[in-house]
């Protein structure tokens, strides 16, 4: 198993309406991508940090997953905090 995470920021009091907009339109999309195994998402209420994991079953099909994803969404700029986000890309070598 493969796990996309994706560390970054959105405006403390845009919070709430982000993971409205995750729940409504991402998580629904990105469960049709082939491989798709997971989603969690947590973060920090007060900053606004946070941290995404998606899960695949190939590198493959995480990496066909990125590649379809916009550069720039004008859907998710309205929460941005203007900060460059870090993703990265590992091997799940353990589940309990």
Same mark, same amino acid.
């Given at each position: 198993?493969?796990?996309?995470?994706?560390?970054?920021?959105?405006?403390?009091?845009?919070?709430?309406?982000?993971?409205?907009?995750?729940?409504?339109?991402?998580?629904?999309?990105?469960?049709? /991508?082939?491989?798709?195994?997971?989603?969690?998402?947590?973060?920090? %209420?007060?900053?606004?940090?946070?941290?995404?994991?998606?899960?695949?079953?190939? $590198?493959?099909?995480?990496?066909? %997953? $990125?590649?379809?994803?916009?550069? $720039?969404?004008?859907?998710?700029?309205?929460?941005?905090?203007?900060?460059?986000?870090?993703? $990265? /890309?590992?091997?799940?070598?353990?589940?309990?």
């Amino acid at each position: 198993m493969y796990a996309r995470v994706n560390i970054g920021a959105v405006k403390p009091e845009k919070v709430d309406d982000f993971i409205k907009w995750t729940k409504e339109n991402l998580v629904p999309s990105i469960k049709k /991508h082939k491989g798709f195994k997971g989603y969690y998402g947590m973060g920090d %209420y007060k900053t606004g940090k946070g941290l995404i994991i998606s899960l695949w079953d190939t $590198e493959a099909n995480m990496m066909d %997953y $990125e590649s379809s994803i916009p550069k $720039e969404n004008p859907a998710t700029s309205q929460f941005s905090t203007g900060q460059a986000g870090m993703l $990265e /890309h590992y091997v799940v070598s353990v589940k309990a």
